[in-house]
């Protein structure tokens, strides 16, 4: 994440981008985020740290909209342990997780897209090779048969 974005919470529920000098939406928040800021907020009359809660709202409208972020199984055990066993997991291991699954993913992604860049080019070798074969001929070059005769 390369910009630090810092945001009021005002009373009223709005949020002051200190940046821009401008009010902002919680999606135009996301779009923030995804564009790779790290958004950090605080209210605006306590100047106490409330990102957790309002990155947890962003949440919450997305699976509004999709009607699903998170497996029910997994918000159950969030309820019934998350205050208890789950915090330490989460606090410690799901960032951590969560970042080698996208780390892998990318690594995969472009194995992937080199693997096929790779083997157009074995096509292209493997054609250019059988034709310097009289067997293979015939099947890269259909007029081969008529020379023949």
Known sequence: ???KILLKKYPNRRLYNTDTSSYVT???VAELIREGCHVEVVDAK???D???FILTQIVLEQAKKSNSVLPVSL???IIQFGE???SDFFDNYLELTLHSYLRYK???DEQF???LELGMDFSRMAQKSMKGFPFFRSFSDPSSDENES
């Open 106 to 108: 990318k690594n995969m």
């Open 46 to 48: 306590t100047n106490e």
């Open 113 to 115: 897209k080199n693997y």
């Open 84 to 86: 208890t066993d789950l």
């Open 50 to 52: 409330v990102t957790a």
């Open 1 to 3: 994440m390369d910009r």
């Open 26 to 28: 919680l999606s135009r």
């Open 75 to 77: 918000l159950h055990l």
